[in-house]
């Protein structure tokens, strides 16, 4: 099938800023994703899409993606604490009083959103809860092949969740992208948070269970238009 005729899934991922100067995390995850997916009998593209730690740069990459009618739309980005995926469940409108790379701040920490205009919070209509639950329970071998401590012969063997749900998407340019795209269509748009890389999870760890997460959003989209 040519690319132009399969459904579109937007994957983001951020650049680097301060704490993360050198490579961030959730860019090497969503550049291993594979660029199709196949659900049903029906191909998905996927695009992966880097965007700069700027609010303007954020503004501009929400704009186009959403332009373009997209069947998805995930963002990722890295948390320095996480220790596994966290699948975060909403966004706030109150908490940007970080500058980003440009130094540039929001006025009143907060943004006048197109479809939602100031509201405090916004949540994801995905079943986020499922999301975690499904993903986890097809990932232990992947998870325990990047913890050494979850052996038989360890005295305290405990084997991380993969992932897990979050309600703190954070006050920075995550919770500023999540928001923006939550406020085009709660039901297509969900952020991923991950830990850096080798804490615990490898790269390709952290995009296999990325992509898993992918393709449980993808059924829970497909079941919603086939019901409606």
Not at 15 to 34: Q, R
Not at 38 to 65: C, F, M, Q, W
Not at 186 to 191: A, D
Not at 211 to 223: L, R, S, W
Request: proline share 6%; charged share 20%.
């Amino acid at each position: 099938m040519a690319s132009s005729d399969r459904k579109l899934i937007v994957v983001s991922g951020f650049g680097p800023f301060v704490g993360h100067e050198s490579i961030n995390a959730s860019w090497e995850a969503v550049k291993l994703l594979p660029e199709v997916l196949s659900h049903n009998g029906v191909d998905y593209g996927l695009e992966k899409r880097l965007v700069p730690v700027e609010y303007s740069a954020v503004d501009e990459a929400v704009t186009e993606i959403w332009s373009r009618e997209p069947h998805l739309v995930i963002h990722v980005g890295v948390s320095g604490i996480a220790k596994c995926v966290y699948v975060e469940k909403l966004a706030y409108n109150h908490k940007f009083r970080r500058p980003d790379n440009s130094g540039n701040y929001l006025p009143n920490a907060s943004c006048e959103l197109q479809r939602n205009g100031r509201a405090n919070v916004l949540r994801c209509g995905l079943d986020v809860d499922k999301i975690v639950a499904t993903v986890n329970a097809t990932c232990d071998e992947c998870v325990a092949a990047n913890n050494p401590i979850a052996t038989p012969h360890n005295d305290n063997p405990k084997t991380p969740s993969a992932t897990k749900v979050s309600k703190n998407v954070g006050d920075f340019l995550c919770g500023y992208i999540y928001l923006k795209s939550l406020d085009m269509d709660t039901k297509r748009s969900l952020f991923v948070h991950v830990p850096p890389i080798d804490k615990p999870f490898s790269s390709e760890t952290t995009s296999e269970i990325l992509f898993k997460i992918v393709e449980q959003c993808v059924q829970q989209v497909a079941a919603c238009e086939c019901s409606s």
